[in-house]
């Protein structure tokens, strides 16, 4: 099993930055693919971006059309961390963020991710 916890949320005015960090713990070593999502209000929840591991220390990061330039997710293996770095925030990017995990190949469906954590709330002023 794997636990994550979000942490970083909260309110911010557009156009300023804010970094999001999912701390992960247990059998962290088995999840080859880390995401986040989020959920609008009163809306589905829908893929941000996720990394993949493709070997060695190399890893391919892909982004939902609406975040790509502005979102940059990072991790780092080392204090099991993974981060979404939220430039130019909009006040349409409101959401609770999930951070995610899977052992396989991840991808924009939230059904291929197996681990989930409990969300932050993210509110962008206009």
């Known amino acids: 099993q794997v636990q994550l916890v979000e942490s970083g949320g909260g309110l911010v005015q557009a156009g300023a930055s804010l970094r999001l960090s999912c701390a992960a713990s247990g059998r962290t070593s088995s999840t080859d693919s880390v995401g986040w999502f989020r959920q609008p209000p009163g809306k589905e929840r829908e893929f941000a971006a996720a990394m993949r591991w493709s070997g060695g220390n190399t890893y391919y990061d892909y982004y939902a059309d609406s975040v790509k330039g502005r979102f940059t997710i990072s991790r780092d293996n080392a204090k099991k961390t993974v981060y979404l770095q939220m430039n130019s925030p909009k006040p349409e990017d409101t959401a609770v963020y999930y951070c995610?995990?899977?052992?396989?190949?991840?991808?924009?469906?939230?059904?291929?991710?197996?681990?989930w954590g409990q969300g932050t709330q993210v509110t962008v002023s206009s």
């Open positions: 995610a995990a899977d052992r396989g190949f991840g991808g924009t469906s939230e059904g291929s991710w197996a681990y």
